[in-house]
T-cell receptor, first 110, second 110 residues
Framework: SQTIHQWPATLVQPVGSPLSLECTVE??????LYWYRQAAGRGLQLLFY??????ISSEVPQNLSASRPQDRQFILSSKKLLLSDSGFYLC?????????FGSGTRLTVV | QKEVEQNSGPLSVPEGAIASLNCTYS??????FFWYRQYSGKSPELIMS????GDKEDGRFTAQLNKASQYVSLLIRDSQPSDSATYLC??????????FGAGTRLAVHP
């Protein structure tokens, strides 16, 4: 079965600082991978998805970027964080059984 | 119009009752539908997937799909306090993009 690993679990960063969140996958090869953000009390917003190494599709133009340097690695980055980047960031992958999520990173920009 | 719409709730039901959660979607070409449960501060976990019109049962959960009406529902029988969570409806609208509703908060009281 597929397992999604994310770290860190929580992060507090000052405005203007850079960001790098990493997601790794085990138990499957060539998965489709996704980054979602969930604001407090809201649903999940799809940010980026990737169908393979180096292939990134952006759903919402914003202060973030994504990269997929390896088949099982998906990275979310920002050069300068904004207050509005705060939220719960979730990495997901899909298999024939559905989409599974990592445990998430709660980011607070101060 | 939002792509996936849910009543935000809270939906309050007594222990042992049937909880009925509803979801509508806008893209008539959508083929795959999912229900996720999310406890506060945690990542979503998949409860049910449904792909064909009709009902699909798994234990206390029944998912119902009506593509003509663009409507998906989730029934929880014999509701327990441990079922108290936010339930997210998700629709795969093709190209492997899973779009979520904002979720319905369910509260099961003893």
């Amino acid at each position: 079965s597929q397992t999604i690993h994310q770290w860190p679990a929580t992060l507090v960063q000052p405005v203007g600082s850079p960001l790098s969140l990493e997601c790794t996958v085990e138990g499957t090869s060539n998965p489709n991978l996704y980054w979602y953000r969930q604001a407090a009390g809201r649903g999940l917003q799809l940010l980026f998805y990737s169908v393979g190494i180096g292939q990134i599709s952006s759903e919402v133009p914003q202060n973030l970027s994504a990269s997929r340097p390896q088949d099982r690695q998906f990275i979310l980055s920002s050069k300068k964080l904004l207050l509005s980047d705060s939220g719960f960031y979730l990495c997901a992958g899909n298999t024939n059984y559905g989409y599974t999520f990592g445990s998430g990173t709660r980011l607070t920009v101060v | 119009q939002k792509e996936v719409e849910q009543n935000s709730g809270p939906l309050s039901v007594p222990e042992g009752a049937i909880a009925s959660l509803n979801c509508t979607y806008s893209d008539r070409g959508s083929q795959s539908f999912f229900w996720y449960r999310q406890y506060s501060g945690k990542s979503p976990e998949l409860i049910m997937s449904i792909y064909s019109n009709g009902d699909k049962e798994d234990g206390r959960f029944t998912a119902q799909l009506n593509k003509a009406s663009q409507y998906v529902s989730l029934l929880i029988r014999d509701s327990q306090p441990s079922d108290s969570a936010t339930y997210l409806c998700a629709v795969d609208r093709g190209y492997n993009k899973l779009i979520f509703g904002a979720g319905t908060r369910l509260a099961v009281h003893p």
